[in-house]
């Protein structure tokens, strides 16, 4: 089960706003989190700290009615944030409020009102210790997603358990089936020293793939999920990119490890949330997550 208590959700009223708020909202409600709502101002005066100013119309300009249907009025939090930099604004915000999700649109507009570029919103899925939702320019609002796919690139990593933690609960609460991607990405060495490398052909690093991936598909069509698997060759990033145009969300890992179970790097992640038209879910491999694995549980005892 997931433990979502607080979700942040920075905004300035634009459209990818709009987009970003309905899935805040959606999370908020269905596993009764408190929404803090913040409006980040940039401001160039030197500014040691984050300035919180209390409103009680904050989002004005938003669809209000909307907003507090969807999520009790109770759980709802409002703030204006001042800082030299919008990321740091929210970031330092999620951090002293110990928020566990943070739902954020990846593009808006310059101005007093700007919301997030999407230069921002990679930093925030960079440097934030908690998971990340990126809402970007697809039609994808959360009732239009039931009934479609979530997309998982899976590489075998220790954040495999993690990830695959997380986006069981995201499918179920979407009512999304579940693709497993893995990506064979075959690197030849440079022959700087005239040596010969006998490395396996792709068809049988997919071949392996698939068998690895067998055994979390079991798993989660045990607990009555509708599971694909799917192995792809290329570039990581670009293949990711193209799976999601069928997809209804993806979730990604943003770190691991090299050679034949080579997670995603920073920067293919930074590469997905950026060009992916889908919601985006970053779980990180370290810091905060919302499941609870078997290993925890071996842990307390």
């Known amino acids: 089960?997931?433990?979502?208590?607080?979700?942040?959700?920075?905004?300035?009223?634009?459209?990818?706003?709009?987009?970003?708020?309905?899935?805040?909202?959606?999370?908020?409600?269905?596993?009764?989190?408190?929404?803090?709502?913040?409006?980040?101002e940039e401001r160039d005066a030197e500014l040691s700290d984050v300035i919180e100013v209390c409103s009680d119309d904050?989002?004005?300009?938003?669809?209000?009615?909307?907003?507090?249907?969807?999520?009790?009025?109770?759980?709802?939090?409002?703030?204006?944030?001042?800082?030299?930099?919008?990321?740091?604004?929210?970031?330092?915000?999620a951090t002293e409020h110990d928020v566990d999700l943070i739902v954020l649109g990846t593009h808006g507009r310059r101005g007093v009102r700007r919301l997030l570029l999407g230069s921002v919103a990679e930093e925030v899925v960079r440097r934030s210790s908690c998971p990340v939702l990126t809402v970007g320019r697809g039609d994808g609002s959360p009732g239009a997603l039931e009934g479609r796919s979530l997309l998982v690139p899976v590489d075998f990593s220790d954040a495999q358990a993690s990830l695959l933690g997380h986006a069981r609960e995201i499918a179920l609460s979407y009512g999304l089936s579940l693709t497993l991607l893995h990506v064979v990405e075959r690197q030849i060495p440079p022959d700087v020293y005239g040596l010969q490398f006998d490395l396996p052909s792709t068809k049988m690093l997919a071949e392996r793939a698939r068998e690895a991936l067998a055994t979390p598909a079991a798993a989660l069509r045990?607990?009555?999920?509708?599971?694909?698997?799917?192995?792809?060759?290329?570039?990581?990033?670009?293949?990711?990119?193209?799976?999601?145009?069928?997809?209804?969300?993806l979730a990604i890992a943003t770190h691991g490890r090299t050679g034949l179970e080579r997670m995603f790097m920073g920067s293919v992640a930074e590469t997905v949330v950026r060009q992916a038209q889908c919601p985006v879910f970053t779980v990180k491999s370290f810091g905060k997550s919302l499941v609870r694995t078997r290993v925890d549980h071996e842990e307390d005892r």
């Open 58 to 93: 904050v989002l004005a300009d938003l669809h209000a009615p909307m907003e507090r249907t969807a999520v009790a009025e109770p759980q709802m939090h409002e703030r204006r944030v001042v800082h030299r930099s919008a990321a740091e604004g929210i970031l330092s915000y």
């Open 222 to 249: 045990d607990e009555g999920l509708d599971v694909t698997i799917e192995v792809g060759t290329g570039n990581v990033a670009d293949t990711i990119v193209n799976a999601a145009e069928e997809a209804g969300v």
């Open 1 to 40: 089960m997931i433990h979502l208590t607080r979700i942040l959700f920075p905004t300035d009223g634009s459209p990818c706003a709009e987009r970003a708020r309905r899935h805040a909202a959606h999370l908020a409600q269905r596993f009764d989190a408190e929404l803090h709502v913040i409006r980040v």
